[in-house]
């Protein structure tokens, strides 16, 4: 069960339950919550009306995001599966189910053309999820890549030409949709935190001991 908070401004309230990713939809007015129990949870806030829809909970969902202007949401899950859904009425459109174990983390690039995936295999999948028309048929997996350790983030560069991961063993990979172009230990302990610049293809990376920063 979650908790019931009231805020003086608005009335505004929210019932919080153990998330690891909270996210609003683009237009403010709901929110996306991936919960440790395997939920996913969509959250309506506006007008203060609060309208909870939770499903997907048997499916251990680890990560999950808002897809083409909030029409879609992504997952990927224990089921070893990426998965697109109508966040409408939940609806599945989409499954990739290509892992030969859970899949654990993605990213979508900069057009909302390609997402690259990570899964507890050690593989590295690249997928074409369509263009506009949103046409998600057919096999989508474009690229695939096996790595070393296990990949604990994994984001694309401001201009969508490059992917950068880091992995538990503390080396930062850097692949662009064909190969991959840089792999180096630059971190002797495992990569805890990863992010890309949304302008000048600035990345940052940080560990237990150290944070890096660098230009592709």
């Known amino acids: 069960m979650g908790y019931l908070y009231k805020y003086p401004f608005k009335g505004f309230r929210m019932i919080i339950n153990p998330s690891k990713r909270i996210q609003f939809s683009p237009d403010g007015k709901k929110l996306l919550s991936c919960e440790i129990s395997g939920d996913v949870?969509?959250?309506?806030?506006?007008?203060?009306?609060?309208?909870?829809?939770?499903?997907?909970?048997?499916?251990?969902v680890s990560a999950c995001c808002w897809f083409g202007n909030?029409?879609?949401?992504?997952?990927c899950s224990g089921q070893k599966s990426i998965c697109?859904?109508?966040?409408?009425?939940?609806?599945?459109?989409?499954?990739?189910?290509?892992?030969?174990?859970?899949?654990?983390?993605?990213s979508i690039s900069p057009c909302g053309n390609f997402l690259v995936s990570a899964s507890l295999d050690k593989v590295i999948k690249i997928w074409y999820l369509?263009?506009?028309?949103?046409?998600?048929?057919?096999?989508?997996?474009?690229?695939?890549?096996?790595?070393?350790?296990?990949?604990?983030f994994i984001v694309w560069s401001s201009d969508g030409k490059?992917?950068?991961?880091?992995?538990?063993?503390?080396?930062?990979?850097?692949?662009?949709?064909?190969?991959?172009?840089?792999?180096?230990?630059?971190?002797?302990?495992g990569v805890t935190a990863l992010d890309a610049s949304r302008k000048g293809n600035f990345v940052i990376s940080g560990s237990k001991s150290k944070l890096i920063i660098f230009k592709l």
């Not at 949870?41 to 251990?60: C, E, P, V």
């Not at 697109?84 to 993605?106: C, M, P, R, S, T």
């Not at 263009?131 to 690229?143: E, H, I, P, V």
């Open 41 to 60: 949870t969509i959250i309506d806030i506006d007008k203060d009306k609060l309208q909870i829809q939770s499903w997907l909970g048997q499916q251990r």
């Open 70 to 75: 909030e029409e879609f949401i992504i997952t």
């Open 84 to 106: 697109i859904w109508k966040a409408e009425n939940q609806e599945l459109v989409a499954g990739f189910v290509k892992y030969n174990q859970d899949a654990k983390l993605f």
């Open 130 to 152: 369509g263009d506009k028309t949103k046409n998600f048929k057919g096999n989508r997996m474009l690229k695939e890549f096996y790595v070393e350790n296990f990949i604990n």
């Open 162 to 189: 490059s992917i950068i991961a880091g992995d538990e063993g503390g080396q930062m990979l850097i692949l662009d949709r064909e190969k991959i172009i840089l792999c180096e230990n630059v971190h002797k302990e």
